[in-house]
């Protein structure tokens, strides 16, 4: 079992765009990494700020991501007559492209290294939770003075959980509008039972168009397609936006999340799976409109399911300490030894304070959720308070750097449902019960003498949030802002008792273990996952599972007929009428999914799938089962990246969707629309 | 909000078949409870040993359930290639009636008051927990001395939470074979939807024939049907074996349940549902093998959701307060009101016991649920052991007076799923991981060094109880016996120290709140329910949900269809073809759902329903969602039970099945078939 506490495997590592590991790739895959090659896949990636990544794949702007991150821009240009996801969308000329509500998407710029800024601010601090606050409020101040001096979006990224920080400044693209969407049955073939499994046959893919002052966006920088596709055990990349790993943490702390963290998360994901299930249950536009909600929980669910079971076999958490042990022997003699020491110290005690501060932390402040309107609700009383102050001093969320993207969601024009609205504040008031007891004065305050649904009620129907005109000039007594001021206090104090006290020490705990491990691997370690830009290598391949089962590396057309006969009777299962419609047309041997050994993980999904030459070769969309272990942990033997393939779309979008100038705008340099 | 701490309020209550309260009923409805005819109605009734009520309909043995009742039989009796909760049954002739593997029907016979002698053996006692266990010794002496002497079934029933013991005596019947079931489509059309709530549509009956020495049973009593049904209005009777109510219980008690208990509860089922629904998506035999257990998770959640539902308003509790205040009012000055104050610290004391000791209970004895096999392991591993000591000493599930019972589910040839059985094992050792930790020495223990699922997958290929043989003459070296002993001297000591420090205190606790209750209001306490048949009265009555909408009493075949078109794309409401085949042919205003004011709780599933003259009018299937606060708190203007209506059974039987002889058989005194 591989792990990044040792050096980096083969085909192992989510790279940082400016610490590629270019002398492995020359020794090993004769590979140049030309800097004229990383600009202009780093300039062609883009993050979403619905959580996922993208590509820009045309000389007019066209982006690349999947269904899946689309989907949450489908659901909201939805109604109860267009239901988008159902029945796919295609813009048959510009003027049928629909502008996005509040989607956000970044181009990362450039990287700056301000390690030693962020740490001079912290120097001579009384103790650990003082030189955390200073670290943050420097980071702010480094954030809002890059934005004002660039106009780029500017982000401070932590590396190797604060063992570094780099600012990364993107530009950023607010008019974006839908080109092309195939319906969830076929992006989504196979559903819950077939997510994270493989073979699989799925056209995961959407199109947006970035528009620039009105017109689409010449960028600098696109992606060309390879409408031939990768052969197996050709090397590919992928370039993209891995939201988290883990892989860096000492045993103790992936004990904890086999024993506390993830079981946790799992309760509060089978609770949500059960109340969407039954919301949806009551009829079609309750479906309609919980469904992504829905998909969602059941990602997340099988996804730290997947997770868990890996955790839970004793072996690994048995591996990692004999990983410690033998880094540790390496750097006997030396002061890093005993840095590691005192840092695997650090992280042990922050996760006693996790355990005594996490029921308040989370019940009031990181998954206070009762719904957009609460939301809405803290962050207008937010605003206000915080906007009295200086920026640096603000929550970050507050601060001068960050203020577009607040405005584009608070004012987002996305429609709000008071049915579902209610049902939000109801399952968040009753888990509040369902903790904490009802006698709990937190509990009292909340629902002021009334049961759950009751108070729920009372305050989505009295609350005029749901205009946006009214977010604009808010009323500071309208009920839900009422509402969220009565505890804002204790969230404010449960966020500061946090971040003093597990977040600070847990940092400077990982600086120390970062730092002995710079000493004992020098560069191959590359930091844990932080939904920045990453370069992932691999090759495409296929493996044999546990039971010997070979499983090979790609999927065809003509396969998605098969197995859907095969799961006959099962909903998720079902294909949409425009494949069974074009089935006899449709070549049936074209490939349509594949898998690669690239080091990938959630946050990726979008990612394109890069050839040696930087051309689109494919769509990563998922990983399989065995990737799930790679939060904490890399298998190369079992671990897979899954990819739409180019070749796949391209006949899909021929031929079932009649998208031909889709087709030539992809193939074609020019601008063929 | 009424409740039962007080005196029995109009049509609320299950009352004891020897303790009717007759003069009410005389005064307030004219009606006569005759010796003869509450003898009769008695020994009518049948309680099913997987957990529901029934009544013997005709001069043959044909008794009368619920479908979600015989559904365990169900599935029991069906193959991948005969699904009969998918098609239904319909026996033609008597050579046709499949026998059931497992079933066992219990008619109450007799009653007998032994609360003198259980309390005599505890007489002298060191302390509560001494006394508790000479109770416990006592009851299992006077059941096989009764089983001995009479040759009934024998049970010592805990009343008025421990104030009161009766031994009931119960003719058992074994040879049970299935007769008619319609599809599960109409069975339980509108599905978990439509659980609990009213108007409903469904055919959710069942039939099965008692056999004796190889003949129908010629019984004694059986219940003649009315085929006119019930009118509006009408004064209607229960007769049944609802499950459990706590309505006796403090309020200390009822706030421990809503912020404790309940809660935990949900937890679990959340759990549940979400691993049998993704079990179920893995293809079409996995989910015919789970979809029983399913079906109940889902309806133990959205019972135990309405219950949590009514609990968290805080009028319920403040409720339950006003009610103690007032009855220490009522017995200012006696004695009583000291009993009352000691037995209600004394539970108080219980539940923080429960608190404590619930961890391990519940895990390794209460709620120790690895599938079929590891059930099956234990109790060949404890029948061993238990058959060493006087039948008095075992634990009392093996005692003699038992033993039948133990026997006829421990060697039942119904069938075993090794995939399902893994499943199981999987959830059950991934459970104990979730809540006690890999590092924990139980949990070491039993995974020995493999993950949850290597572990289950080693245990259920590993053992040969799939084999009815081996469970005969069992190897306890066998890896899932000794699996099972590897935990059970913690098992016993778990229940051990509940026994001692939760049950024994509650019950004498209740005992002394009860007799202050008896104190303040004689004979008009009802105890709880308990399994044991009880009648209830009401009448057909619609009602007004708390937002004013009037809801009728009765709904008719032809609104199945209405409600089917409205729900279109919903598999839980798509009709069976034979509905949808007959729909021309059927009566369309013909009743075929109504609701009563009867007060009935689940175990009551099945329950005949009565009119003044003791003919069935109809068959009790469910609650509405207000009769889901009937655990705690019956509320007549809200809380309803619903039943198919015979004249809607008849038309079906008729009309959509041609199952002419099983109406004749119905609706003549005589032997038809």
């Known amino acids: 079992m591989a792990s990044l506490t040792s050096p980096a495997v083969a085909e192992e590592g989510m790279w940082l765009p400016n610490a590629i590991p270019a002398a492995e790739l020359k020794a090993k895959h004769g590979f140049e990494a030309t800097p004229a090659l990383l600009e202009h896949l780093q300039k062609s990636a883009v993050r979403f700020s619905t959580g996922g990544s993208g590509s820009i794949v045309s000389a007019n702007g066209l982006v690349m991501t999947n269904h899946h991150v689309g989907s949450d821009m489908l659901a909201k240009l939805s109604t109860p007559e267009r239901d988008l996801l159902k029945t796919g969308f295609l813009a048959r000329d510009r003027g049928q492209e629909l502008p996005c509500p509040d989607l956000e998407l970044n181009v990362l710029w450039s990287i700056e290294d301000v390690t030693d800024r962020v740490n ?35 982000e401070v990224v932590t590396l ?13 693209y607010r008019d974006v509008r839908l080109v092309f969407a195939p319906e969830t049955a076929i992006a989504f073939f196979g559903g819950d039972a077939d997510n994270f499994e493989f073979p699989r046959y799925d056209l995961d893919c959407c199109f947006f168009r970035i528009y620039e002052d009105g017109k689409p966006l010449r960028p600098g920088h696109f992606l060309e397609w390879d409408a031939d596709g990768a052969k197996e055990g050709e090397l590919v990349f992928t370039w993209g936006h891995p939201g988290s790993t883990n892989r860096l943490y000492t045993a103790d702390h992936v004990a904890f999340m086999r024993d506390v963290e993830e079981p946790m998360g799992l309760r509060r994901l089978w609770r949500s799976e059960v109340k969407q299930t039954t919301f949806m249950g009551r009829g079609a536009e309750e479906a309609r409109i919980v469904r992504e909600d829905f998909f969602g929980t059941q990602n997340g669910r099988k996804a730290t399911q997947g997770l868990l079971d890996a955790l839970q076999d004793p072996a690994l958490v048995e591996s990692k300490r004999a990983e410690e042990a ?103 008031l009753s888990g509040l019960a369902e903790e904490r007891g009802l006698d709990d004065p937190l509990v009292k305050r909340l629902l002021a003498g009334k049961g759950p649904r009751a108070r729920a009620t009372e305050l989505v129907r009295g609350t005029k949030l749901a205009d946006v005109a009214a977010r604009r000039a808010p009323d500071m007594n309208d009920p839900m802002i009422a509402f969220m001021a009565s505890i804002d206090a204790d969230a404010r104090a449960a966020r500061k008792a946090w971040e003093d006290q597990v977040q600070s020490p847990q940092r400077d705990g990982y600086a120390k273990i970062a730092a002995a491990r710079f000493a004992a691997f020098g560069d191959s370690v590359y930091p844990d996952a932080t939904f920045t830009l990453r370069m992932s290598y691999g090759t495409v391949k296929g493996w044999t599972t546990e039971d010997g089962t070979k499983v090979p590396a790609f999927t065809t057309l003509g396969g998605t007929f098969t197995r859907a006969e095969s799961r006959a009777g099962d909903p998720a299962f079902e294909l949409p009428k425009s494949w069974i419609d074009a089935r006899a047309k449709l070549s049936q041997a074209t490939p349509f999914n594949l898998v690669s050994t690239n080091d990938i993980i959630g946050g990726n999904s979008g990612s394109p799938m890069v050839d040696a030459q930087g051309r689109v070769v494919g769509l990563i969309f998922d990983g399989n089962l065995d990737s799930l272990a790679g939060d904490v942990v890399f298998d190369m033997t079992r671990n897979r990246a899954v990819s739409v393939d180019v070749r ?13 100038a889709l087709v030539t705008e992809l193939t074609t340099r020019g601008d063929a629309r």
Chains 1, 2 share one sequence.
């Open 120 to 154: 001079a601010a912290a120097r001579g601090a009384a103790d650990v939770a003082a030189a955390g606050a200073a670290r943050r409020k420097a980071i702010t101040a480094i954030e809002d003075e890059s934005e004002k001096a660039t106009g780029l979006t500017s």
């Open 160 to 172: 190797w959980q604060g063992s570094r920080y780099h600012l990364y400044r993107y530009r950023t």
């Open 326 to 428: 033998a880094l540790l022997k390496r750097l006997a003699g030396k002061p890093e030894a005993k840095d590691f020491e005192d840092g695997r110290r650090m992280v042990a005690e922050s996760l006693e304070a996790w355990k005594r501060l996490a029921p308040d932390y989370f019940a009031l402040e990181r998954r206070m959720r009762g719904g957009e309107l609460a939301g809405i609700a803290r962050a207008l009383l937010r605003m206000k308070a915080e906007d009295a102050k200086p920026s640096a001093d603000r929550l970050p969320e507050y601060g001068d750097a960050n203020r577009e993207s607040l405005e584009s969601g608070l004012y987002s024009p996305a429609p709000i449902y008071p049915q579902l609205e209610i049902e939000r504040m109801t399952w968040m």
């Open 648 to 660: 796949g779309m391209l006949e899909a979008m021929r031929t079932v969707y009649d998208a031909g």
